[in-house]
Structure formats: structure tokens, C-alpha cells
């Protein structure tokens, strides 16, 4: 069974950094792309970044040029290096994997919290 596994969340000031991992367990080599999500209170959860297995990565407009998503496929880890933060990053984050059938697993999510 997939498990993924967040850490890293926690309270910022406005224009500091965070890095957020996901370790994913029980793949056995099924995944196809790993990525990081946000909700925000009253919000839809939304794509953030994303990367495949071959290295591709797309990010959400509004992250672009402040967060890196980066991956280890050795320990099927991803990482959310996160800068310049804002008040408006905070939100719950998630970590999303995809396998080969494009099936969705999550995790459970870890706070993040931009506050002077």
C-alpha cells in the first residue's frame, strides 16, 4: 500500500524559505510523477509544481521563479524548496503521487504558515 509520508511545514516570515519533503513508500518503482498541492481556507486545492519520473517539471504560474521541485528516485522522495515566501503561500500543502495508471495518492498534509 502507497504511503506518503510530509514533512518540513511550519511558520515563515513573509520572504523566508521552507523545504518541504514527500517520501513516498509500498511504489515499488510505480510512480510516474510525484507533486505538491495547496489548499487554503475556502480555497479549491490547487497544483503547485509537479515532476516526472524522467525529470519534467511544470509549476503554477504563481510559484513560478520561487519554488524549485525537486526530486530523489533512489529513496522516491520529492522536495518543495520554497522562497520568498507571502502571506497568500499560506495553506495546508500536499503531496501527490501518480502511478503508471495515473492513479492519485495523497498525503496528509503538513501547514504552512507566512506571518510576521
Known amino acids: 500500500q502507497v504511503q506518503l509520508v510530509e514533512s518540513g511545514g511550519g511558520l515563515v516570515q513573509p520572504g523566508g524559505s521552507l523545504r518541504l519533503s514527500c517520501a513516498a513508500s509500498g511504489s515499488s518503482g510505480s510512480i510516474y510523477a510525484m507533486g505538491w498541492y495547496r489548499q487554503a481556507p475556502g480555497k479549491q486545492r490547487e497544483l503547485l509544481a509537479r515532476?516526472?519520473?524522467?525529470?519534467?517539471?511544470i509549476y503554477v504560474d504563481s510559484v513560478k521563479g520561487r519554488f524549485t521541485i525537486s526530486r530523489d528516485n533512489a529513496k522516491n522522495t520529492v522536495y518543495l524548496r520554497m522562497n520568498s515566501l507571502k502571506p497568500e503561500d499560506t495553506a495546508v500543502y500536499y503531496c501527490?503521487?501518480?502511478?503508471?495508471?495515473?492513479?492519485?495518492?495523497w498525503g496528509q498534509g503538513t501547514q504552512v504558515t507566512i506571518s510576521s
Open positions: 501527490n503521487m501518480k502511478d503508471w495508471d495515473l492513479k492519485d495518492y
Open positions: 515532476i516526472t519520473s524522467g525529470g519534467s517539471t
